[in-house]
T-cell receptor, first 112, second 116 residues
Framework: AQSVTQLGSHVSVSEGALVLLRCNYS??????LFWYVQYPNQGLQLLLK??????LVKGINGFEAEFKKSETSFHLTKPSAHMSDAAEYFC??????????FGSGTKLNVKP | GAVVSQHPSWVICKSGTSVKIECRSL??????MFWYRQFPKQSLMLMAT?????????EQGVEKDKFLINHASLTLSTLTVTSAHPEDSSFYIC????????????FGPGTRLTVT
């Protein structure tokens, strides 16, 4: 069975600090990779995706992620955290765009 | 961006009763809708995929007679939990995909179901 692991259910950073949210998948076949963000009382919103091409992908709100096949990872980063980045982040993989496998989510807290 | 709504956002029902959850795409036509279930501190698990006008395709282990899914129009899908039991208490999330989208799905805010 496919699995997506997000290390750290809660991550806390100071405003202006680097944000690093980790995501690893278990599969011998590289999947399509996604990061979603969920703000309170809202639906999941696509942050960025990797389907083909350049392995470093940029998304909205200054986030980016790098697909590393050798490490089966797709970690999400942002150079400088902002208070508005506080939310829950979900990593997801898919092989056919019909079935998505989600990680258990990481809640990001940004301290002033 | 595209908006998907769910109603109700929170529902409490008694064991043995049925409850219906609606998922609507507000500004686009959703040819495909997905229903997920999320347990506390766990990932979203796909329950079923429905295409407008067709029967839903359920994931392995999901009881189709307990979780009735109807996708009767391009903007509305419903999930009915029949004869609910406390173990059905969970967070249910729908998502919708437009006819012209390959992968992007738009998520509703979720419905929390509590069965007493």
């Amino acid at each position: 069975a496919q699995s997506v692991t997000q290390l750290g259910s809660h991550v806390s950073v100071s405003e202006g600090a680097l944000v690093l949210l980790r995501c690893n998948y278990s599969s011998s076949v590289p999947p399509y990779l996604f990061w979603y963000v969920q703000y309170p009382n809202q639906g999941l919103q696509l942050l960025l995706k990797y389907t083909t091409g350049a392995t470093l992908v940029k998304g909205i709100n200054g986030f980016e992620a790098e697909f590393k096949k050798s490490e089966t990872s797709f970690h999400l980063t942002k150079p400088s955290a902002h208070m508005s980045d506080a939310a829950e982040y979900f990593c997801a993989v898919s092989y056919n765009f019909n079935k998505f496998y989600f990680g258990s989510g990481t809640k990001l807290n940004v301290k002033p | 961006g595209a908006v998907v709504s769910q109603h109700p956002s929170w529902v409490i029902c008694k064991s043995g009763t049925s409850v219906k959850i609606e998922c609507r795409s507000l500004d686009f036509q959703a040819t495909t809708m997905f229903w997920y279930r999320q347990f506390p501190k766990q990932s979203l698990m796909l329950m079923a995929t429905s295409n407008e006008g067709s029967k839903a395709t359920y994931e392995q282990g999901v009881e189709k007679d307990k979780f009735l899914i109807n996708h009767a129009s391009l903007t509305l899908s419903t999930l009915t939990v029949t004869s609910a039991h406390p173990e059905d208490s969970s967070f249910y999330i729908c998502s919708a995909r437009s006819w012209d989208s390959t992968y992007e799905q738009y998520f509703g805010p979720g419905t929390r179901l509590t069965v007493t």
